[in-house]
T-cell receptor
Framework: GENVEQHPSTLSVQEGDSAVIKCTYS??????FPWYKQELGKRPQLIID?????GEKKDQRIAVTLNKTAKHFSLHITETQPEDSAVYFC???????????FGKGTHLIIQP | DTAVSQTPKYLVTQMGNDKSIKCEQN?????MYWYKQDSKKFLKIMFS???????INETVPNRFSPKSPDKAHLNLHINSLELGDSAVYFC?????????FGPGTRLLVL
């Protein structure tokens, strides 16, 4: 099955700085890589995703990069704001099947 | 016009009881899922249903049983609840790729 590793587990950055969260996956057949944001007491919400035929995708201050050869993908948040504070999860489907295997999450803290 | 909804939001019960959590989606998606999030925030898939067929069944105890009366609903029934079942349970649905989560049900077993 798919194994997804996520680092770091906690990331503290100054407001306005950039934040980068990295994930690796094990199943080379995986072809879809979403990122979710979960605020305290709320549901995980999809913020950006990328498919294996694309190397990078950007949406305003958020970008995701994918390196299929190395089997890793990263979330980049620029010009961080207090409302970016949350737990972020990466995920990948096991062998392209339904369902997602999630990383263990990164607690992002934006320092004012 | 909530896309994925769950009831109840909170569930407090005694060990040994049987309980159900209901989930409904109005997105027209073909596949629905149940995830468990433990106290360390780890999210793990439990089940998925596609057109009323179970297509993923992770190694969860057989005390947990998903039931899908139709494509828009996937309920979770839990028999003989144990202390370790305390967690947040999320329902989700998807069509191709992106999954959308319900608000979660916080289960506390005393």
């Amino acid at each position: 099955g798919e194994n997804v590793e996520q680092h770091p587990s906690t990331l503290s950055v100054q407001e306005g700085d950039s934040a980068v969260i990295k994930c690796t996956y094990s199943d080379s057949a995986s072809n879809y890589f979403p990122w979710y944001k979960q605020e305290l007491g709320k549901r995980p919400q999809l913020i950006i995703d990328i498919r294996s035929n694309v190397g990078e995708k950007k949406d305003q201050r958020i970008a995701v990069t994918l390196n299929k050869t190395a089997k890793h993908f990263s979330l980049h948040i620029t010009e961080t704001q207090p409302e970016d504070s949350a737990v972020y999860f990466c995920a990948a489907p096991p062998g392209g099947a339904d369902g997602l295997t999630f990383g263990k999450g990164t607690h992002l803290i934006i320092q004012p | 016009d909530t896309a994925v909804s769950q009831t109840p939001k909170y569930l407090v019960t005694q060990m040994g009881n049987d309980k159900s959590i209901k989930c409904e989606q109005n997105l027209g998606h073909d596949t629905m899922y149940w995830y468990k999030q433990d106290s360390k925030k780890f999210l793990k898939i439990m089940f998925s249903y596609n057109n009323k067929e179970l297509i993923i069944n992770e190694t969860v105890p057989n005390r947990f049983s998903p039931k899908s009366p139709d494509k828009a609903h996937l309920n979770l029934h839990i028999n003989s609840l144990e202390l370790g079942d305390s967690a947040v349970y999320f329902c989700a649905s998807s069509q191709v790729g992106a999954q959308y989560f319900g608000p979660g049900t916080r289960l506390l077993v005393l």
